[in-house]
């Protein structure tokens, strides 16, 4: 039988691998708002998608903590057309072609709401297909994986178009309930004002306190009830949400080739964009861009998410802890 010391190891050692095996990355079938869905996670975050509505993710954050997708009025998402716009999705942009390409400028084309479908994952937890993207018959696949802390990791791509002479980008948004600051990391050499470009249409209360904490950082404090957009163009894509002590990291892996948006020849990166409207209404947008791409080959972008907890040290020792997770 063994001694009992024996015993006790063995019984520890059960445990544990019990605890490895609870942590591994799974996906289950579950509902949001009572509609079909999936749970992903690796026991310490967690993410659900909702492929009847483009295959967008409606919550992420540590398993029992904040939310940090916003996620409109319930009921909103079962209109038609449905009038729902939270949660993260990719689009086919840039979106200054849309003018020339498709047919409004503003809602976007149905690739945004319609279901789409789970397929066989290469590798990771899940995937799902969108529906063709009107005029070009793009169909944005994206694999969700989890990496390394909770790291939810999203390819958001396009199959090359045979013949294709057309061009074009992902674009990744992600609308996120408000916070109390976000953070914008700059380039150290920048053709923009201050490092940062701004799209000019600002609503009362006008642009939000824009603070340098440094050279190559922008803290943000938007205003309830004021619009704005920005963007960046840092080597390292990323862009951070703090709230109730904790940090919201968005990254995405750098390209090689033109960006688009912003002054000719820059481009741009990264993009936050606070909407006006105060109360449930409120939210930002955080948003990320790849590379201008021709359809004929292809077009795929990798970002990355996690939740990281803020040392309860200064102010100063929380800025360097999130400048070095942006950086990662």
């Known amino acids: 039988m063994g001694s009992p010391p024996m015993k006790k190891l063995l019984l520890l050692f059960l445990a544990l691998a019990s605890l490895v095996r609870a942590a591994e990355p799974a996906a289950t079938e579950t509902r949001w708002r009572d509609l079909p869905a999936w749970r992903l996670t690796d026991g310490r975050t967690e993410a659900v998608v909702v492929p009847q509505l483009g295959?967008?993710?409606v919550v992420y954050g540590l398993v029992g903590g904040t939310n940090w997708m916003w996620t409109g009025e319930p009921g909103a998402e079962r209109k038609n057309p449905p009038?729902?716009?939270g949660g993260d999705k990719t689009y086919l942009g840039p979106h200054s072609n849309w003018a020339l390409v498709q047919d409004t400028m503003w809602p976007p084309p149905s690739p945004d709401f319609t279901p789409c479908e789970v397929v066989t994952p290469p590798k990771g937890l899940l995937s799902t297909l969108g529906?063709?993207?009107?005029?070009s018959g793009a169909r944005i696949r994206r694999d969700y994986a989890f990496g390394r802390d909770g790291e939810l990791v999203i390819t958001?791509?396009?199959a090359p178009i045979p013949g294709s002479r057309e061009t074009g980008a992902l674009w990744t948004v992600a609308q996120t309930v408000p916070a109390d600051r976000f953070l914008v990391p700059l380039a150290a050499q920048s053709p923009y004002t201050g490092g940062y470009f701004r799209f000019g249409f600002e609503k009362a209360p006008g642009f939000p306190a824009a603070t340098a904490l440094s050279?190559?950082?922008l803290q943000l404090k938007p205003v309830?009830?004021?619009g704005f957009k920005l963007g960046a163009h840092p080597a390292k894509p990323a862009l951070a949400s703090l709230k109730d002590g904790h940090a919201f990291i968005q990254r995405s892996d750098a390209q090689?080739?033109?960006y688009p948006e912003g002054l000719p020849g820059a481009g741009l990166t990264v993009e936050v964009y606070h909407h006006d409207l105060p109360g449930p209404g409120e939210y930002i947008e955080l948003e990320q861009l790849s590379a201008l791409r021709r359809l004929d080959q292809g077009i795929t972008l990798v970002t990355r998410w996690n939740v990281q907890t803020l040392p309860s040290g200064?102010?100063?020792e929380q800025q360097k802890a999130v400048e070095r997770w942006l950086g990662e």
Do not use: A, K, M, N
């Open 55 to 57: 295959g967008r993710v």
């Open 314 to 316: 200064s102010p100063e």
């Open 215 to 217: 050279r190559t950082l």
């Open 131 to 135: 529906s063709p993207w009107p005029g």
């Open 83 to 85: 009038l729902y716009w």
């Open 156 to 158: 958001h791509s396009i």
């Open 256 to 258: 090689d080739g033109q």
């Open 224 to 226: 309830v009830g004021s």
